[in-house]
């Protein structure tokens, strides 16, 4: 059924929104709607080569069609590493079903990027947004992936590798910039579905900390790698616990929630993938609230350095028009996992990678292809609601 159109105030607008793309999606709307668009949304540059220079026929805009785009957390900040993608997420809208599907993306997925202009490189899919941002390395890539949109066309390239599906746009939030918006908001009460301790979650700042250790200690652990090399250094980690049911958080709690990756109770990917949903639940409980209103002024303000996208205005516009409907979409999870889709391997330099199991991509991409095509679930711990 085709979308109303209505008129709404700006923050009812702003609310809808964060309800169908997650926090990044919510803060780069806010912060376009707020006039700081030029320091958020970023211009890809063209290709060398155009496939088709022939003159093509505009399609007719159609607003009920699937809009696919990904959503990328970072680290940010000073240390080595600041740009790898630790979330990576295919976010597929489907408004004619009134849903959402978040395809949550490992980060070790190995993939071969155009970083050479005749060869490309294999790589982590993760390092994919700081390889586009480079100013030091590959600087002979084509020049679609360089410059301040750069990365983004680079993770989107990779994803496609991976999902044999385009995105369309990508939004990328530094880790500072969800922390700084949910704390804007009071934080958020999240439903723990399961209870969990993960004993090795890294500390901001002690990336490199040597945790007192001799040299001859140091050059021990240089010939270890994967967990073995990172649990070498016990002071670079911190212990977390989150016992089950309705919880407060603040932005930094809420973060550490969404990124754990090691405990034995709801570790790994699938894991990461429900707890990133319970916060996205989370997160547009409040902003629907009236008392989360008078903080969007100051959230735009705050977080207009810890956002990219490019996403167009026009785009914006398009999906604020259908603020009613959007609070009603359901929003699900799937993740590409190492269970039945990947399986772990070693890169030729001796890094922990994940590959598909089948040998190439195009089991995932039948897989995902199918579920995109089914029929929305029922399931209410799915709703947006």
């Known amino acids: 059924m085709t979308a109303q159109l209505i008129t709404l105030p700006l923050w009812q607008k702003l609310a809808a929104i964060a309800a169908v793309v997650t926090l990044g999606l919510t803060v780069a709307v806010g912060v376009v709607a707020y006039g700081r668009a030029r320091s958020v949304v970023v211009t890809p540059k063209s290709p060398t080569i155009t496939q088709d220079n022939s003159p093509q026929p505009s399609p007719t805009p159609d607003p009920d069609r699937d809009r696919v785009i990904a959503l990328l957390g970072y680290g940010g900040g000073q240390h080595a590493g600041g740009r790898l993608t630790d979330t990576m997420i295919l976010a597929v809208i489907q408004p004619k079903q009134q849903r959402v599907i978040l395809v949550s993306l490992p980060r070790d997925i190995w993939v071969e990027l155009p970083l050479k202009p005749?060869?490309?490189?294999?790589?982590?899919?993760?390092?994919?947004?700081?390889?586009?941002?480079?100013t030091r390395r590959y600087l002979e890539r084509p020049p679609e992936f360089t410059g301040n949109a750069g990365g983004g066309q680079l993770a989107k390239y990779a994803i496609k590798q991976v999902t044999g599906i385009q995105p369309e746009y990508f939004v990328a939030v530094d880790f500072e910039g969800f922390v700084k918006a949910i704390d804007n908001f009071g934080g958020v009460t999240v439903n723990v579905a399961r209870p969990f301790t993960d004993e090795w979650y890294p500390i901001e700042g002690k990336e490199n900390d040597t945790c007192e250790k001799s040299p001859e200690e140091l050059a021990a652990v240089a010939t270890l790698s994967g967990t073995l090399a990172e649990q070498a250094f016990p002071c670079r980690y911190e212990k977390l616990e989150f016992l089950a049911g309705r919880q407060q958080m603040d932005g930094a709690t809420a973060l550490k929630y969404v990124r754990s990756r090691h405990s034995n109770q709801d570790g790994g990917d699938l894991g990461r993938a429900a707890r990133q949903r319970a916060v996205v639940v989370a997160l547009k409980d409040k902003i629907f609230k009236l008392e989360a209103v008078p903080k969007l002024p100051g959230l735009l303000t705050t977080l207009s350095w810890h956002v990219s996208t490019d996403l167009p205005l026009a785009e914006w516009d398009d999906w604020l028009q259908r603020a009613d409907d959007l609070q009603h979409y359901h929003i699900t999870s799937l993740v590409i996992d190492d269970k039945t889709q990947l399986k772990a391997s070693k890169s030729s330099d001796g890094q922990f990678i994940l590959v598909p199991r089948q040998?190439?991509?195009?089991?995932?991409?039948?897989?995902?292809?199918?579920?995109?095509?089914?029929p929305p679930a029922s399931d209410s711990a799915t709703q947006l609601q």
Not at 118 to 134: I, R
Not at 359 to 374: H, N, R, T, Y
């Open 118 to 134: 005749t060869e490309l490189v294999g790589s982590k899919l993760n390092s994919a947004y700081s390889y586009g941002l480079d």
């Open 359 to 374: 040998g190439d991509w195009s089991a995932v991409q039948a897989w995902l292809q199918s579920e995109l095509a089914s």
